[in-house]
């Protein structure tokens, strides 16, 4: 027996020997599973448009990510492999109005990859999340487009492939007769004419669980991204900090502020259930990279992420505000990370060693 | 500590998804069959080493002692069996470095004969202090692996008045299994062992700690109670690192241990249950600690389980025993999170060594690190509540003193943020490095003010002997001048 015994083994290495089972590329695999559902109806909603949109923008995304590494020197199948960049085209492409024109997608795409992430050194070193800046970026550029909504065709009334390709790529644009506005849309421009919210809503507010309603692909199936939110809670992906914090700060105050004033401002469940309020929540502001590492950090950054979308709803010039918070918070991480740490076993908040109570001894 | 902590959350550690802990833990006992030689190395505990009593050529039994304790803080080593010295010099210690350390090597006879041990008495009759030396001169020390003197522990224990021993019967790490067979196999000697210890350190009552993956450790371990209500099973969850002392100790009382401190400064004491069942067998049967139970466990072991081995018997000769599957990838001494990867096969075991394991290559499977995607598994996984990618991130950088003020001096080694990692990244041993330079550059500044101070001294002798001559020569300028003055020329 013993001459199986090598005399000498080969690889000697400190402890652990032995490692969890898990790579970044199944977290990401895991985080796509979880937007699936959401996504397949967002496509049924808006048809074959959203669905070119989609797939031009994750392209994209990947594009600008292989083109970096491959300018660096940086192996180009292995990262690309792990999926971040598809996850950050996704969430872009979910962030859009359905019906865009193509080449928003690749530039949000490109933009997203190369400026947000690649420019800071690739994978979890963006301080931004990548998805937002390109998001950001086009609404700051192409505010036309990036906010030409159409209410969800549900299969029913879709455009046909030819139409659909036409619209996306054509150049045509959205006929006119499908525009629409979305809820937080609606309510900024009829509150801008003097026009307060109990007459622009006066048939109630065109929010419902099932989505259908006019936004973009991410934002229509709440109750499936939130499902999808609390399945990543189950599979251990993400902690309920940020989404429950992020979804409180905006409901606490819209709450408060509808309840003195309905006229003016919207309610609760109006902000939650609308725009990119959930999908912030769950998927956006989770982003392990761009958020604080710490339980207590993350629930100061989800409600600094909450908060900051209700004042730039309720108060900002844009109707729309869950990127800017994202992004603004973003900004903030390192510092809540320096400032916001978890206890040291045997230590106060301070660092210091516990001093022991003299009755306990 | 207040309301962020509820938020922080508690859940620390690791569930190793499959602890490896079976088959192996319910194998019943095995006794090794007496090997030709052992090593019984001088230094297995923490201290001094021990100080050979023996030469070369002579004849030891089994039980004898062999090499008395080396200071104040040491152990005293015996003769597992009877036998010859034939060496006493430098054998390849368990340490991944294959560097070597003292050891007496006796060639066994194979007669196993021992000396008498002598004639006890009952122990709650003796006085602490003297039950305490009978613990010293069995030379036991900390089985769970620390190693510590286990005398000077319950003298300190009593000096602090500890009100409650902890009897750690965690044994948190995968693949090891041996305080489980001690609880199984000897749950009334761990329980007398813990009474003894009572006695000795003047604690009131004692919680054993056992993680509820062993009902049948708990079971034993119950019955044996029954009779002593001052002594209570506690089980806990299986998490590791619940054997971690400071871990456990919260656990059981919700107390923490100040930072920097010892257990003993909130009352409490940590004993491991295998060494209760050798202060047993040392104070009740006057038998010194020259044996004890290891598991031998790993993927490439053909029949894993328990040994009761005796100390110094070299790792090639206990796999010999259990038997090889496979050519083991790696070996290692101790547990998978924690334990050393040993250089080769020929190194001894020690008093502290619970485990070990031969391990395939599968089981050790290194991925490649990737990236740091700021995930935080190992902030929520970390045991000690630190935030490790923010250490091993200054660390990279060559930042130590960064991660010293994250707290890096309070890291337990455990592992637990390697573990996790989803992408690979070698955190805590980047931790071990950290602190082997942090140590490196307090030596250095240490010597560097110890040049200074005697550059310094040099400097004002110098300066001292120079004013002195200046002085001096001062001096006789002056009685020159007055004898000049005087006019009276020099004969």
Same mark, same amino acid.
């Given at each position: 027996m013993n001459t199986s015994l090598s005399t000498s083994l080969p690889a000697v290495a400190a402890s652990p020997h032995a490692q969890a089972q898990g790579s970044i590329g199944s977290v990401m695999a895991k985080v796509m599973l979880a937007l699936a559902p959401a996504t397949v109806c967002g496509l049924w909603f808006f048809g074959w448009p959203a669905f070119s949109l989609w797939l031009i923008t994750i392209l994209a995304a990947v594009l600008g990510e292989a083109l970096c590494l491959r300018l660096m020197g940086k192996p180009v199948q292995a990262t690309l492999l792990d999926g971040s960049a598809v996850l950050t085209g996704w969430l872009l492409a979910l962030s859009l109005p359905p019906w865009a024109p193509w080449w928003i997608g690749v530039v949000g795409g490109l933009f997203a990859t190369i400026i947000g992430k690649q420019v800071f050194g690739g994978v979890g070193q963006n301080l931004f999340n990548p998805a937002m800046i390109g998001r950001v970026a086009l609404l700051v550029s192409f505010p036309v487009q990036m906010t030409a909504w159409v209410a969800p065709a549900m299969g029913v009334h879709a455009p046909g492939l030819a139409e659909s390709l036409q619209i996306t790529f054509g150049g045509a644009g959205i006929p006119d007769a499908m525009t629409s506005a979305s809820l937080l849309g609606q309510a900024k421009t009829e509150l801008s004419r003097g026009v307060d919210l109990l007459h622009t809503f006066a048939n109630g507010l065109p929010t419902s669980f099932s989505g259908v309603r006019p936004g973009s692909l991410g934002e229509t199936a709440v109750v499936l991204i939130a499902a999808g939110g609390v399945a990543m809670l189950f599979m251990g992906i993400i902690s309920w900090h940020i989404p429950v914090s992020m979804l409180a700060a905006i409901a606490i105050p819209a709450l408060i502020a509808h309840g003195i004033n309905p006229a003016r401002y919207l309610d609760a469940g109006a902000h939650v259930l609308s725009g990119g309020a959930m999908l912030g929540a769950f998927f956006i502001a989770t982003d392990y990279v761009s958020s604080p590492s710490s339980r207590a950090g993350q629930l100061v950054f989800g409600a600094g992420c909450g908060f900051l979308t209700w004042v730039i709803r309720t108060y900002g010039g844009y109707p729309e505000g869950v990127a800017f918070a994202v992004l603004l918070m973003n900004a903030l991480t390192p510092a809540i990370d320096r400032l916001v740490k978890p206890r040291v076993y045997g230590r106060d908040y301070k660092g210091q060693p516990i001093v022991l109570d003299k009755k306990e001894k | 500590m207040g309301i962020l902590d509820i938020f922080n959350g508690k859940g620390w550690g690791v569930h190793p998804h499959d602890d490896h802990k079976r088959p192996a833990a319910d194998v019943p006992l095995r006794v090794m069959p007496l090997p030709k030689r052992l090593c019984v190395p001088l230094l297995q505990h923490v201290g001094a080493p021990a100080t050979p009593l023996v030469a070369v050529g002579d004849r030891v039994l089994r039980g004898q002692l062999i090499a008395g304790p080396g200071g104040r803080l040491s152990a005293p080593v015996h003769a597992p069996s009877s036998g010859v010295v034939t060496a006493i010099g430098e054998v390849t210690a368990p340490h991944p470095s294959g560097l070597p350390f003292a050891a007496i090597t006796i060639t066994l006879d194979g007669l196993d004969e021992g000396i008498d041990f002598p004639a006890v008495p009952d122990p709650f009759t003796l006085a602490p202090a003297e039950v305490a030396q009978k613990i010293a001169d069995a030379g036991i020390v900390g089985l769970g692996g620390a190693t510590f003197p286990s005398a000077p522990k319950a003298e300190l224990g009593r000096k602090l008045a500890v009100q409650t021993l902890i009897i750690n019967g965690g044994e948190c790490e995968p693949y090891l299994s041996s305080d489980d067979s001690v609880m199984r196999e000897r749950a009334a000697d761990v329980i007398d062992g813990v009474r003894i210890l009572m006695h000795t350190t003047g604690a009131q009552n004692a919680l054993v700690g056992i993680e509820d993956n062993k009902p049948e450790a708990?079971?034993? /371990?119950?019955?044996?109670? !029954?009779?002593?209500?001052?002594?209570?099973?506690?089980? $806990?969850?299986?998490?590791?690192?619940?054997?971690?002392?400071?871990? *456990?100790?919260?656990? *059981?009382?919700? %107390?923490?241990?100040?930072?920097?401190?010892?257990?003993?400064?909130? &009352?409490?004491?940590?004993?491991?249950?295998?060494? #209760?069942?050798?202060?047993?067998?040392?104070?009740? *049967?006057?038998?010194?600690?020259?044996?004890?139970?290891?598991?031998?466990?790993?993927?490439?072991?053909?029949? =894993?389980?328990? $040994?009761?081995?005796?100390?110094?018997?070299?790792?090639?000769?206990?796999?010999?025993?259990? &038997?090889?599957?496979?050519?083991?990838?790696?070996?290692?001494?101790?547990?998978?999170?924690?334990?050393?990867?040993?250089?080769?096969?020929?190194?001894?075991? $020690?008093?502290? #060594?619970?485990?070990?394991?031969?391990?395939?290559?599968?089981?050790?499977?290194?991925? !490649?690190?990737? =990236?740091?995607?700021?995930?935080?598994?190992?902030?929520?996984?970390?045991? /000690?509540?630190? /935030?490790?990618?923010?250490?091993?991130?200054?660390?990279?950088?060559?930042?130590?003193?960064?991660?010293?003020?994250?707290?890096?001096?309070?890291?337990?080694?455990?592992? #637990?943020?390697?573990?996790?990692?989803?992408?690979?990244?070698?955190?805590?041993?980047?931790?071990?490095?950290?602190?082997?330079?942090?140590? %490196?550059?307090?030596?250095?500044?240490?010597?560097?003010?110890?040049? %200074?101070?005697?550059?310094?001294?040099?400097?004002?002798?110098?300066?001292? !002997?120079?004013?002195?001559?200046? !002085?001096?020569?001062?001096?006789?300028?002056?009685?020159?001048?007055?004898?000049?003055?005087?006019?009276? =020329?020099?004969?």
């Open positions: - | 708990i079971a034993a /371990m119950r019955l044996a109670v !029954e009779a002593f209500p001052a002594i209570s099973i506690r089980p $806990v969850p299986a998490r590791y690192p619940m054997g971690s002392d400071r871990q *456990l100790v919260q656990v *059981l009382t919700g %107390k923490e241990v100040p930072s920097g401190a010892r257990t003993a400064s909130i &009352g409490v004491l940590v004993n491991n249950v295998s060494t #209760c069942a050798a202060i047993h067998r040392a104070v009740r *049967l006057g038998e010194p600690l020259y044996r004890r139970i290891v598991t031998v466990n790993g993927g490439a072991v053909a029949e =894993p389980g328990n $040994v009761l081995a005796p100390i110094g018997v070299l790792v090639e000769d206990l796999l010999a025993f259990a &038997g090889l599957k496979e050519t083991p990838a790696r070996l290692v001494m101790g547990g998978p999170m924690m334990g050393v990867a040993l250089p080769h096969a020929q190194v001894p075991t $020690v008093k502290g #060594c619970g485990g070990i394991l031969a391990l395939t290559a599968a089981e050790i499977t290194v991925e !490649e690190p990737s =990236p740091c995607i700021r995930c935080g598994s190992c902030v929520n996984a970390c045991p /000690m509540g630190l /935030m490790p990618l923010e250490m091993a991130a200054r660390i990279k950088v060559g930042d130590y003193d960064g991660a010293d003020k994250l707290a890096l001096d309070d890291c337990l080694a455990c592992g #637990c943020c390697a573990y996790v990692c989803p992408s690979h990244i070698p955190l805590v041993q980047s931790f071990f490095h950290a602190k082997g330079e942090i140590w %490196k550059r307090a030596q250095q500044k240490k010597r560097n003010e110890f040049t %200074k101070e005697l550059a310094q001294a040099r400097k004002d002798r110098l300066e001292r !002997e120079a004013r002195e001559r200046a !002085e001096a020569a001062a001096k006789r300028k002056a009685a020159r001048a007055a004898q000049q003055a005087s006019g009276t =020329p020099e004969v």
